[in-house]
């Protein structure tokens, strides 16, 4: 059956071009109503441009209805008004996609310490902003799909991306806390970690693979991660066509007593500590201590 979004409200930062632009075309097409969030800064997050009405523009010449936005989702009030005019206009938001995000890379020991702080400000309290913007009317209306965008830099590390890392795995954490609690309101977030050739990546990528690596490539899966039949609390990588799944699991451990309970104990027990047969992928983080306790019953 095909996936459509007719009826839907969608929120899309970040959309003024690259993965974003990707997402707001492919939703428009099939039928939701788009507003286009984008600053129109440049890669580290300076300037404006009209970005976010040159892609409503493509939406229309498609016959679909967009609105553009030039708030920062740094700004909780501009992220709130952003949501009150779609509302406003159309009734509801349904689908959130925070996508929006900004890059000051370099190694930590060259970093000065805004840099860190503007990066996980950007894409993780951002993400937060718009998100806690919407969330009311999410619950209200017993309806909501949510994407985090986080990335294999958060999830596995990268030299020089020490604030970017941060935050993108605090995205991670911040799907897994906010599957919990908007379940009973039929609230599914989930996170996708996209390889993209666009402006943040052009002067990182050989030709060969910016041409492979396209932001229609990885769209597929975001769509998806919005759809009405979507899975909650899951962490989707995408690139060039490419999909995988990516889980944080937690192994049975050992329990030490006695002499064994020491830093030595630790070291001397390590290899068991850390043997993954029988690991398992924890739905919160009250199964680890559940984990514990059943040792302790044992």
């Known amino acids: 059956m095909a996936i459509r979004f007719d009826g839907r409200v969608a929120i899309v930062t970040g959309a003024g071009g690259g993965l974003g632009r990707a997402y707001a075309l492919g939703l428009a097409r099939r039928g939701a109503r788009v507003v286009v969030n984008d600053l129109g800064g440049s890669r580290d997050g300076t300037g404006h441009s009209d970005a976010a009405a040159k892609v409503v523009e ?7 209805d967009a609105l553009a936005n030039g708030g920062s989702v740094t700004d909780y009030a501009q992220m709130e008004a952003m949501v009150a005019a779609a509302k406003e206009k159309w009734g509801g938001v349904h689908i959130l996609i925070n996508n929006a995000g900004v890059l000051r890379d370099k190694s930590f020991a060259n970093m000065e310490p805004e840099d860190f702080r503007f990066v996980v400000d950007v894409h993780l309290n ?3 902003n718009v998100t806690k913007a919407v969330w009311a009317t999410m619950r209200d ?4 799909r949510i994407l985090m965008t986080a990335s294999s ?3 596995y590390g990268n030299f020089g991306q020490a604030n970017y890392g941060a ?3 605090g995205l991670a954490g911040l799907t897994k806390t906010l599957y919990l609690e908007g379940a009973k309101y039929d609230i599914r977030v989930n996170s996708i970690a996209p390889t993209a050739g666009t402006r943040m990546t052009e002067d990182i990528f050989p030709e060969a693979a910016f041409q492979a690596f396209t932001p229609e490539s990885v769209a597929p899966a975001a769509l998806f991660l919005v759809s009405e039949d979507a899975p909650t609390n899951m962490i989707v990588g995408a690139g060039a066509g490419v999909f995988q799944a990516a889980y944080i699991t937690l ?4 329990r030490l007593e006695g002499e064994d309970l020491t830093p030595e104990g630790i070291a001397a027990n390590w290899s068991a500590i850390t043997d993954r047969m029988g690991e398992i992928v924890p739905k919160s983080g009250g199964e680890q ?10």
């Open 153 to 155: 830099t958060g999830l």
């Open 289 to 298: 201590a559940m984990t514990i306790m059943a040792k302790l019953q044992r």
């Open 126 to 128: 951002g993400s937060a």
């Open 58 to 64: 493509e939406i229309e010449a498609l016959g679909g």
């Open 141 to 144: 209306q017993n309806y909501g």
């Open 167 to 169: 935050a993108k795995l």
């Open 251 to 254: 192994t049975p451990g050992v």
